[in-house]
Structure formats: C-alpha cells, structure tokens
C-alpha cells in the first residue's frame, strides 16, 4: 500500500509539474491545450481514497490563459464571442483612449485569461501596445473596464563605444545598440550629419545613457544624456538637458541647441542634380545661367518636407513652376517647392519643420520628375544647400551654469570612454 502511495503520489507531482511548466512555455496554438490539461488530471484524480489521505494540490488552475493570434480579415466582433464575450462594442469604447480596437492588424495577439469555472469565459483580454504597454480589458465585471500596464524598469548607468565597420546596423547591434537607438542618435545630429550619405567607415559613436533592466535581465537603452560621433576627422558632441520649466533638448557644448530652425534639405533621400547660380559668369558654359535654387532628382510622387516651420502662402498652378507651394517662415525666410505633383496642405495652414507638405511631381516647365527647391533671405534667393542656418534656443543665461556643470561631467565621461584620448582632445573646444 505505502509503495502504491508513494508512487501514485510522484506521479501526481510529476504530473501537475508538467503542467507548470507547460503554462509558463509560450503556447504553439491555442487549440487542443484545454482538453491536454484535463487528460493530465482525470490521471491524478483517480484513486478518491488517496485524495482523503494527502492533499494534492489543485493541478487545474481556475483561470488558464489562451493566446489568439488574429487572423487576416477577422474582426474583434468575430472573436470576442468564442471567449463568451458579447459587450463588442463596449470593449471597443474602453480601449479606445489606447487604441482602435476596431483596426487590429492579422498576426497581432489578444492574451485571454478564460474562467474554467464559468464555461472558459473570459474574464480578461491583454492586447500588447507597444514594447511597454499592454491594454488590460477587465471583463468580470457587469460592464469591460480597461487600464494599461507599463513596464517599470530598473534604471542603471550605461555606456556603448559603436565603431562602424561594414553596416551600421551590424555593428550598432554588436555594440548593444538597437536600430532605433541609431535613428534616436541620427536624429541628434540631423544637422550636423546625413547618416544615409555621410557615415564613414571607422566612424565612431560614444553614448552615455541609461541601461533599462526589467526582472533583472537588460532589455534596452533607455533616456540617452550624451552622444558624440567622430567622422571623417569632424567631432559632433550633443548634451540633452531638461530646461527648469520642463522643457527639453540637445545641445553643443557651447550652448547652442543642435536643433535648428531648418533642414537642408526638403528630402530625405537627396541627390542634387543641379546646384544654385545666383548668375555668375559660368566658365564652362560662357555665358550667365541663373538657377536660383537646387534640384533633386526624385522619382514623382517623393514625400516633400517643410524645412522649417511656418505658414503656407501659395499652394497652386503657378506657370512654370506648375504645382508650387511656398512657406512664409520667421526672420523674413521663404521656402519654395516647384513642380509637384500634389499638395497634402492648403494656403493658410500652418506647418511643421519635416512635415510632409507635398509629392514630389513633373509639372510645370520640367523636363523630368525633380523637385526644385529655394530658400529666400529677405527677399533674396539664397543658396539653400550651402547657406549658414540660423541657429535658436541657444541655452539661457539663468540655466547656463547649471548646463556647463552638466556639460563638463558628461564631456569628461566621453573623454575616458575614448580608447585613444589623444584624437579626441579636439573635442573639449566642439563649438566653443
Ligand atoms: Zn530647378
């Protein structure tokens, strides 16, 4: 009897050990795990004398979770009732401050939390946000309520040194970057640096941040405090700094915010196919040849950007130029975008620096699909491509102190983090 006991009773420890596991390893479908759970324990539970004798613990859990991955073409309003949800709508309306429920994509996931006890009906649907969110919709209730989780993570000091060697994404990867820590750096320096054209081989990145951890395991960089990038012997230093009123940015050493009030370019992609000629003697040509702004091949239908905030004052057929849009910007600037082949604002709107204004096109006098782009200072056509760009937000004089002690503690960091000091002593002076 005590043999049979004992052997009975590992198996049913085995048993409900196996159950465990098999809940914390992520589900290969959701189909067919209920009725393995319960073949699992109609084996435990069939000695009852046994059960009077020593406790076993329940090898099935009340609630159980089910993963459904959406498929294409299928609604929530179809899904919801398999869960013995049939509140649709009012789900939708509690999700909605987060998210349109009503638009989930096919390969998405919902995480149901079902209530063996009440027929395997929901009582919870966990839909992911993002990397750091998940919607939790409480369904036990009368009426669906919902809230969302956020990650909460240990913060800790961090730094990468990212050498580029072959691919920028490979060896921001091997460093301990993701992608989009890289395009959080890019946009930096947008300024400063193409990355698309202008990243050399051996360019060096130096980053001081945090590192974010969550139940002990780092999972990414989080709020980054300083980055600098040398390039083709240049050196790039970028500080960010929370202003008193709560404001934030990046700025050079010097002050000087490495935002500035305009892009170079209108394109994300450029290639310059003709250069600005405010009208001097062309020695190849012999002869005078204004161009009065630069033009980039693009194929017909390229987002174009505003380049700097403002208003827009024409967005019409304007002869030649055909499709023509023009930004009245501060400080007496105007920008002008030529032979497009549609308008995404009207004249009057107010725009953003990098909003999308336009499609690219070949209308007008063009003789292939190109966008022609000038800047005017005071009334004059600049060159728009080489001009010195204003610079604002330098830091203000009541926060200067406490930047330049912020500043100094950051710049002596990426100094020690330079393997060799002596090529980045230039640096120090980046701006000043
Ligand atoms: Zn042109």
């Known amino acids: ?69 959406i498929r294409k073409g299928q609604a929530l309003g179809s899904i919801l009732p398999d869960y013995g949800v049939h509140q649709v709508d009012a789900v939708v309306d509690v999700a909605e401050p987060w998210v349109d429920l009503t638009s989930i994509w096919a390969g998405k996931e919902l995480l149901f939390t079902l209530d ?13 946000l993002d990397e750091d969110r998940t919607l939790v919709v409480d369904l036990s209730g009368e009426s669906p309520k919902a809230d969302v989780e956020e990650v909460v993570y240990a913060r800790m000091a961090g730094q990468r040194v990212l050498t580029v060697q072959g691919s920028l994404w490979q060896s921001a990867v091997d460093a301990g970057l993701r992608p989009a820590d890289i395009v959080r750096i ?3 320096f947008r300024f400063d640096v193409d990355f698309n054209t202008e990243l050399q081989a051996g360019a060096r990145f130096s980053v001081i941040g945090e590192d974010l951890y969550s139940k002990g395991e780092y999972v990414k960089m989080g709020d980054l405090q300083a980055v600098r990038l040398e390039n083709k012997g240049e050196v790039f230093t970028a500080i960010h700094f929370v202003h008193a009123d709560g404001r934030d940015g990046w700025y050079h050493p010097d002050g000087t915010a490495a935002k500035k009030p305009f892009l ?43 380049t700097g905030s403002g208003v827009v004052t024409m967005a019409k057929k304007n002869g030649g130029h ?7 910007h501060e400080g007496g600037r ?9 308008f995404k604002v009207k004249k009057g709107q107010r725009v953003e620096q990098g909003q999308v204004v336009a499609l690219s096109g070949n209308t007008g006098m063009s003789t292939g699909p190109h966008l022609h782009y000038e800047l005017h200072l005071s009334g004059k056509a600049v060159d728009a491509m080489k001009v010195e760009l204003p610079t604002t937000d330098t830091m203000p004089s009541a926060e200067r102190a406490a930047f330049n002690a912020q500043r100094d503690t950051l710049v002596a960091q990426l100094d020690a983090m330079d393997p060799d000091g002596e090529a980045a002593a230039p640096a120090m002076v980046d701006g000043e």
């Open 264 to 306: 170079r370019s209108p394109l994300d992609f450029a290639r310059v196919t003709s250069n600005f000629n405010g009208g001097r003697y062309h020695p190849v040509l012999k002869k005078k040849r204004k161009h009065l702004g630069t033009d980039f091949g693009c194929p017909t239908g390229t987002p174009v950007k505003a």
């Open 186 to 188: 890019a946009h930096v």
């Open 334 to 342: 105007v920008t002008k975008y030529s032979h497009l082949s549609s």
């Open 116 to 128: 063996r006890d009440a027929g395997d009906r929901a009582v919870s649907l966990r839909y992911v």
């Open 322 to 328: 055909g499709n023509h849009l023009v930004i009245k």
């Open 1 to 69: 009897m005590s043999t049979l006991r004992t052997r009975i009773l590992a198996t049913a420890m085995v048993s409900s050990l196996g159950i465990a596991v098999l809940a914390m390893v992520p589900w290969p479908s959701w189909a067919g795990m209920p009725s393995m759970a319960q073949g699992n324990v109609a084996a435990i539970a069939a000695p009852p004398a046994l059960a009077a004798v020593v406790p076993l613990p329940d090898p099935e859990p009340r609630f159980h979770e089910v993963k459904h991955t």
